[in-house]
T-cell receptor, first 118, second 113 residues
């Protein structure tokens, strides 16, 4: 497809279970970002990938959160032992900006995955 | 620490009038600012941006103003249309790196007939 896609669109899980969220960025975009939006909050940065490496993981809230990117394309965000405070919309974005570029580039967002932890 | 703040959670404007959405930031290192629009159940979409070397950027009905000394930016929409009803997020970042965006909490704009 032409845009960023994410799956699943909705995920309901029980506290303590692990979840995997997937992001397919726009083809050719080297930069990939994960954000989350909790109820009543703005978008909160989680992690940034340039290619397959993650130079900025500063937003991951705990060691229960991890992410990987393979082939410079698809990324998976994994949350282990989910807690109720993990409930949020998880958004993925991609951009064509390469590291060291002269200007911050527009980030294109996917529709998000709504995670509900019961 | 909220580095980007949108103090008005909601705004209602009549169709045809001007909508003004405000945003304040605290980190003086930010040098690039963006506005995103978000409809329900969709991801945010880019609207307009401005570099800190400018104080105004215009794109059709949308104009962003930047006041660096006050660490304040605003988005003007004129004339407002019902299709503009959405949540608007202000975001800030640093140029020169593929840096994360720091977002405000959003302002819900309702354009009434």
């Amino acid at each position: 497809g032409a845009g960023v896609s994410q799956s699943p669109s909705n995920k309901v899980t029980e506290k303590g279970k692990d979840v995997e969220l997937r992001c397919d960025p726009i083809s050719g975009h080297t930069a990939l970002y994960w954000y989350r939006q909790s109820l009543g909050q703005g978008l909160e940065f989680l992690i940034y990938f340039q290619g397959n490496s993650a130079p900025d993981k500063s937003g991951l809230p705990s060691d229960r959160f991890s992410a990987e990117r393979t082939g410079g394309s698809v990324s998976t965000l994994t949350i282990q032992r989910t807690q109720q405070e993990d409930s949020a919309v998880y958004l993925c974005a991609s951009s064509s900006l390469t590291s060291g570029g002269p200007m911050a580039d527009e980030q294109f967002f996917g529709p998000g995955t709504r995670l509900t932890v019961l | 620490d909220q580095q980007v703040k949108q103090n008005s959670p909601s705004l209602s404007v009549q169709e045809g009038r001007i909508s003004i959405l405000n945003c304040d930031y605290t980190n003086s290192m930010f040098d690039y600012f963006l506005w995103y629009k978000k409809y329900p159940a969709e991801g945010p979409t880019f609207l307009i941006s401005i570099s800190s070397i400018k104080d105004k950027n215009e794109d059709g009905r949308f104009t962003v103003f930047l006041n660096k000394s006050a660490k304040h930016l605003s988005l003007h929409i004129v004339p407002s249309q019902p299709g503009d009803s959405a949540v608007y997020f202000c975001a800030a970042t640093f140029t020169g790196t593929a840096s994360k965006l720091t977002f405000g909490t959003g302002t819900r704009l309702q354009v009434t007939l």
